[in-house]
């Protein structure tokens, strides 16, 4: 019996140990090919253990980081303001639903719901943001179209309000005389913060790891964010320097550009933060992905 | 049953009724003022960011000139539908979106099922934490990364899989990107790499609400694990993977754009195995500017993805009523 379990449970770790090595390798390659030694690639390939170790294709990245810098400096900005908004957005829409008193409780989850069973599709959607809205080639374009208000968001918000706050503490509040705004911000988001912190965890990661309203509204190479910028790198290793001045500059920074492995050091550069904050973020990620799960 | 009694007593004097019902309303409302107030800032944006939109599926009828604008282009009926369903592309998008998901769904559910119910045997807390992390953090990058990482194998010159693995196995190097056949497999370990932590971190909590009683009884009974798993755990987390698999179902349609777009580095030659409805719609609007087409194609999958949401939840709601969405 003893053996038994024993076997089982070197199998199970086995399983996992393989598992786990399978979703990290990828990440790791990449990183070792970003520090190898560009004749060590053009002899052996990409490898996890390159012969030679080079840093060049940082060096090159950092001799010139305006343009690395300015995509980082779009996609924080457009990750903070929209991370804010749309937390205060789906809290302030969220918390009403969740009170059972509320007129036209009915109506306005319906709205909410609504979305969730039908869309016009991307093209009306992008014709809407372009045509009557204007918003092509702004940083707003990048921080409302899709992104700010989920609606599994809100139903996740809705029912922790409705689970976890007792309407005692409302009552309270009614009666020390304080109004339905005072009550929201002073008792109920101090009581919410396991659900404001996933969510709000949710939208930073939506807003941080988007390409894709970059790729449809923006144009200009000065507003584009990290992610759009890596999107057009992997496809073209000379977009990173495509905007130098002239075109002997341009040819003199082909020839110097350790092309196979400075691709590499961008994704890594742009995967770098995310990965580095992970072991601190993962607990509320997993419990608000199990919250989520367990239906309120 | 108690309720319908007073109101049905009310009823000769309806007209009262209806007039203090609407004070009461207005009351309410009024009482209510500030909390309706607040969501405010979401109705804008729903109407903003969806409903407009769903108003803009006219394009689908339409042929639009940018000087008349949207409403001014002139109505083309269905042309644009005809011209998407005549081009044997619609067959092919439709056929790619559709047998993709279904293996992604099936591939999905059997590895993460596994993963779960592996985890539930690890004793040490720490340890089953550590795998869970680990295995979502393919979850947490975007698609634009995951298309670095999966270059890193099959960039047909320095890729590890042509360079290390071909001469490991003994097989030639094989242009991955200009050679559709194989997308199949490999979008498919890619999907299920980014997702299988996800789903089963889903069923892992599933089976962590599991009453430990039946283990207990069971063991008494002298049931061991085979036995454990699958006459109680799996049973008893059947609406969770019904209700996850349904879900799935519903939006065999959609694809997820990155997937397709980002992973296969918008390729060419991998059309024929990579297209899909999502990425059909893009470049029919962006590359060809056929604005009628696109928005009928992004029109058709709409439709067809409202009954299928339809479908799936009355699926749901028989076979287990507090699962249902609506």
């Known amino acids: ?296 | 049953m108690e309720a319908l009694a007073p109101a049905s007593r009310t009823k000769p004097a309806a007209t009262h009724a209806t007039a203090s019902r609407s004070r009461h309303f207005l009351r309410q409302i009024k009482k209510y003022k500030m909390l309706l107030l607040m969501t405010l800032p979401g109705l804008v944006y729903l109407f903003v960011n969806n409903y407009i939109p769903m108003y803009g599926v006219i394009l689908a009828f339409k042929n639009l000139n940018y000087v008349q604008g949207i409403w001014g282009s002139p109505w083309v009926g269905t042309d644009n539908f005809k011209f998407l369903f005549n081009s044997p592309d619609a067959y092919l998008i439709t056929r790619n979106t559709i047998l993709y998901n279904v293996a992604f769904i099936i591939v999905n559910l059997v590895l993460a099922l596994t993963v779960a119910l592996l985890i539930n045997e690890i004793k040490e807390k720490v340890v089953a934490r550590f795998y869970q992390s680990t295995f979502l953090l393919p979850h947490i990058i975007s698609m634009v990364v995951v298309a670095y990482l999966v270059y890193s194998f099959l960039n047909a010159d320095n890729g590890l899989v042509n360079r290390q693995l071909s001469s490991l196995f003994g097989f030639d190097s094989i242009s991955w990107y200009n050679e559709p056949q194989h997308w199949p497999y490999i979008l498919v370990i890619v999907n299920a790499w980014k997702g299988v932590g996800f789903l089963a971190i889903i069923y892992f909590a599933a089976i962590i609400g599991i009453d430990k009683e039946y283990y207990e009884a069971a063991i008494i009974d002298g049931a061991g694990k085979w036995k454990q798993m699958t006459r109680i755990t799996l049973p008893l987390i059947a609406p969770v993977i019904i209700v996850m698999t349904l879900l799935a179902i519903s939006s065999i349609m959609r694809s997820d754009f990155g997937l397709f777009y980002q992973v296969t580095m918008n390729s060419g030659p991998l059309m024929p195995t990579t297209n899909t409805i999502d990425t059909f719609v893009y470049r029919a609007m962006v590359k060809l500017g056929d604005i009628g087409m696109s928005a009928a194609a992004g029109f058709y999958q709409s439709v067809v993805c409202f009954f299928l949401i339809l479908g799936a939840n009355f699926a749901v709601r028989r076979i287990s009523k507090n699962d249902a969405l609506f």
């Open chain 1, 1 to 296: 019996m003893n053996r038994m379990s024993f076997a089982r449970v070197s199998f199970i770790h086995l399983f996992f140990g393989a598992f786990a090595i399978v979703s990290i390798f990828p990440f790791l390659l990449v990183f070792m090919v970003s520090i190898t030694d560009e004749s060590s690639i053009v002899q052996n390939g990409y490898s996890i253990l390159p012969s030679k170790i080079n840093f060049a294709a940082y060096s090159f990245l950092f001799n010139d980081f305006a343009q690395i810098a300015r995509a980082y400096g779009v996609t924080i900005a457009v990750t903070l303001i929209g991370t804010t908004v749309s937390l205060l957005i789906t809290a302030l829409f969220a918390y009403p639903l969740s009170r059972k008193g509320l007129p036209l409780r009915r109506t306005l989850s319906f709205t909410l719901f609504f979305t969730m069973l039908f869309s016009g599709g991307m093209v009306p959607w992008y014709m809407t943001y372009v045509m009557t809205f204007g918003l092509k080639n702004t940083l707003l374009a990048m921080i409302i179209p899709g992104l700010m208000l989920s609606a599994f968001n809100v139903l996740l918000m809705r029912s922790f309000f409705a689970n976890t706050i007792p309407e005692s503490i409302v009552e309270s509040g009614t009666i020390d005389g304080a109004g339905e705004f005072t009550i929201f911000l002073k008792l109920i988001v101090p009581l919410s913060a396991p659900i404001m912190a996933t969510i709000g965890l949710f939208n930073l990661l939506a807003y941080w790891n988007d390409w894709y309203n970059c790729m449809l509204f923006i144009d200009k190479p000065e507003l584009m964010n990290i992610q759009y910028l890596m999107t057009k790198t992997l496809n073209n290793v000379q977009f990173l320097i495509m905007k130098a001045d002239t075109s002997s500059q341009v040819g003199d920074l082909i020839s110097k550009m350790p092309t196979e492995t400075v691709r590499m050091a961008l994704a890594i550069i742009g995967v770098a933060p995310l990965l580095l904050a992970y072991p601190f973020f993962q607990r509320f990620y997993i419990s608000g992905i199990t919250s989520g799960a367990v239906k309120g």
